[in-house]
């Protein structure tokens, strides 16, 4: 009977050491899982403007010229935070009197929705005949080409012919041209495009599909040449 009541009460201190030490192991493991959950929400929030703000972007079109395929143009957009950094490629090759290839790179920057830098770069034949810059230096642009540098007399650049690929300018008026160096007017065309008329005579038409340019048509004074997109 004694040996019956020891084990017994043994059993019970035995049961009761368990259940005890398992609350206190419960509530330690508990504790870490709640300070690395926050450690790791501490983290993701500091990675979270990198992650919700930064997004890229690729177009790609073929230049067509009389029926013909002679070209291509390959357009980039990476947006970080307020920043966006565009970047055009283009190859085209044609036959006129002789073979012509023209190679073209172009980049702009925004920031908050201004444009602080473009540059212009093109090879005609393998022989550089444009490479130009424009930055906005203490509260205004300057071009500089050539090794020159001379002042753009305009405040705020917030389209130029780059970024039309990339955004349909529903409230535009005008838009910058870099090789014009100057605001060419936008206006509604019959078809739906938005049509830029140059100072030439000549004008260049964009068309659009959910807010992504998917053709330009390019009306000169000698040919009419379409720049469409790849899907």
Known sequence: MLLFICYTLFKKYI???????SSRI???LKTIITKLLICFCI????FLPLISFSQ??????????????IGWLRLEKNDVGNKSDLLLVSEIKTNLIFPITVFSKETSTYENGKLIYSSQFRKTN?????????RFVENEYEIIENDKKTKLSCPKIDTN???LFFQEPKNAEEVYCENQQRFIKLSKADDGGYRMKFPNGNYNC????????VKVKMQHKFYIAEIIIKY
């Open 15 to 21: 049961t009761q050491n368990i259940i005890t030490n």
């Open 26 to 28: 419960a509530s330690y």
């Open 43 to 46: 983290t993701l929030i500091a």
């Open 56 to 69: 890229n972007s690729r177009l790609d079109y073929k230049v067509m010229f009389s029926g013909n395929n």
């Open 126 to 134: 393998g022989k550089t005949n444009l490479n130009k810059e424009i």
């Open 161 to 163: 012919l780059l970024s």
């Open 206 to 213: 964009y068309y659009y599909k959910e807010g992504i340019c």
